[in-house]
């Protein structure tokens, strides 16, 4: 009987619709939100029940109309990139009917063959369901060990900190992440690029900048997930592993840390500006504040070209959002607030010009290292000052902002305005020994403190920077951690590699000769 229900029931089509967004799910947890992932799945669904029903039509046969949905479903999506970079060089109309010819020849010889495929139901089924069941146990493993072992660290921490209770004034608090912006030394030496106009501007405005700050990690998740729970990462990797590759632990590490856990217990409202960044938005925030985009489409293109256009005007559209806002925030809503900004840039992709202009170029990347510097990419030449523009453009627009918010504050507020790592021109993401750390992990780190910089020095990192807030705005007594950098592979994210040493001291550069 079940031979005889594999046989006839063709279930394998549905399943081979459902199998990319599941794959491209369970490899990107913590970095896509599900919700996207089912919208992407239900499209892929209506294409396979529409092909389906038309192949029916033509072929009258149920078993072979199936398999004419499947192969090309197959064949989409296990060649997806291979498409993309034949149309990026053929026009896409040449692609369109190369993929019309290749289906024209698959019906054709579907009408013509004797078979009634009932033998390729069977084994379409099973193959679609084990490339289903796959992706669906890394997932429910996740929800099973990720997430419990996130709610013991919560709880932990909760029991550690005990009740906060609010206490004398309770200024604003603003946590402002300029991805990839550099140390002033970093951008002189290797970028030729002065920016003491910006930090001079900041000191006027009453900042401290540490000038010999090193970022903690090297990717933005992991360095704010540090910054949020006011440590390292260790007692995380202890209990999820190495050899997970999910980002989810640290976007709940973002979402939940136990800085904002305290805040909320201190009466503070969360407003948070989205990022364009699925693990390093706040999607519990109180007001979280999208840019109007009532132009936006979401129609689907099969050009590369329309695709990078539409994903880089998205891109502007987010960031132009929180430096137009940003500033109006301390007089539109009351106080205590918690500010969250995460600018995602100077970081690539290179889509502002040193003025906010759009830049011309057709690249369009958040890849970062040798992913987007190399032979047949971008030329250390090019990435510097592809860079060095978006500096300029970032560090004009922060300045006002900052500026606005001090002036309408009725209560000094604290600003922590930092870099979650450096630029990366010289990094390689699968070897520690290549990559440059002192470029990687040189970053900009100022602090605006109401009642003083007693306990800031010019070597501090990010992750007590809220322990000296919680110190000396809120009066609890808190121990300073040393400050050390760790780097991690694209593979191995949470494998970490103390380089705090080679963050400190710059080595010759490929630039150097």
């Given amino acids: 009987m079940a031979r005889g229900f594999w046989n006839r029931v063709t279930l394998h089509p549905l399943l081979f619709a459902v199998h990319p967004a599941l794959f491209l799910y369970a490899h990107n947890l913590g970095q896509l939100e599900f919700g996207d992932v089912l919208r992407s799945a239900a499209g892929t669904l209506l ?56 289906l024209l020849l698959l019906v054709v010889w579907l009408r013509r063959a004797r078979s009634s495929f009932q033998w390729a139901t069977a084994v379409f089924n099973v193959f679609g369901l084990v490339l289903v069941a796959l992706p669906a146990f890394t997932i429910v493993r996740h ?68 000038d010999e700050a090193i970022a ?65 938005e706040l999607e519990s925030a109180d007001i ?110 922060i300045t006002p902002a900052i500026e606005q918010i001090l002036a309408d504050s009725s209560t000094p507020p604290v600003i922590l305005l930092f870099g979650d790592h450096g630029p990366r021109s010289e990094l390689y993401w699968r070897s520690v020994p290549r990559t440059n750390m002192w470029e990687c992990m040189g970053i900009l780190n100022a602090y605006h403190l109401p009642g003083g910089t007693s306990r800031l020095y010019p070597s501090i990192s990010p992750v007590n920077s809220f322990r000296v807030v919680f110190d000396q705005v809120f009066g609890v007594p808190q121990v300073l951690l040393d400050d050390r950098a760790y780097f991690s592979t694209d593979h191995r994210l949470y494998e970490f590699h103390d380089v705090t040493e080679r963050a400190r001291q710059r080595p010759k550069t490929e630039s150097d000769g």
């Fill in 47 to 102: 294409f396979a029940a529409l092909g389906f029903a038309l192949l029916y039509l033509l072929l009258r046969n149920v078993h072979k109309a199936a398999v004419g949905v499947s192969i090309p479903l197959l064949l989409y999506f296990s060649l997806n990139r291979l498409r993309d970079s034949v149309a990026g060089t053929i026009p896409p109309v040449v692609v369109v009917l190369l993929d019309a010819t290749l």
């Fill in 143 to 210: 929800e099973l060990t990720v997430v419990r072992t996130l709610e013991g660290m919560h709880q932990q921490a909760d029991r550690e900190q005990g009740s906060a209770q609010p206490a004398g004034v309770q200024p604003d608090i603003y946590l402002i992440l300029l991805d990839g912006y550099a140390r002033a030394d970093v951008l002189r030496e290797m970028y030729d690029y002065d920016n003491s106009t910006f930090l001079e501007a900041l000191r006027a405005n009453g900042f401290y900048v540490a």
């Fill in 216 to 280: 903690n990690y090297c990717q933005t998740g992991l360095a704010l997930s540090a910054v949020l729970s006011t440590q390292y990462l260790d007692s995380l990797v202890a209990r999820i592993g190495t050899t997970t590759r999910s980002h989810e632990p640290l976007a709940e590490m973002i979402e939940n840390g136990s800085v904002i856990r305290d805040l909320r217990r201190r009466g503070y409202q969360v407003i948070a500006f989205e990022s364009g960044y699925h693990e390093t």
């Fill in 288 to 397: 979280i504040l999208s840019p109007k985009d009532p132009e936006a489409s979401t129609a689907v293109t099969t050009d590369p070209r329309k695709r990078h256009v539409r994903a880089k005007q998205a891109h502007r559209r987010i960031v132009l959002n929180i430096l137009d806002q940003l500033g109006d925030v301390a007089a539109r809503y009351p106080s205590p607030k918690f500010v969250y900004a995460h600018v995602a840039t100077p970081h690539p992709p290179f889509v502002f010009g040193a003025n906010g202009e759009q830049t011309s170029t057709v690249l369009f990347t958040n890849h970062d290292g040798d992913r987007i510097v190399g032979r047949g990419k971008l030329s250390h030449e090019q990435y510097r000052a592809y860079y060095r523009n978006q500096v300029t453009f970032v560090s004009r627009r």
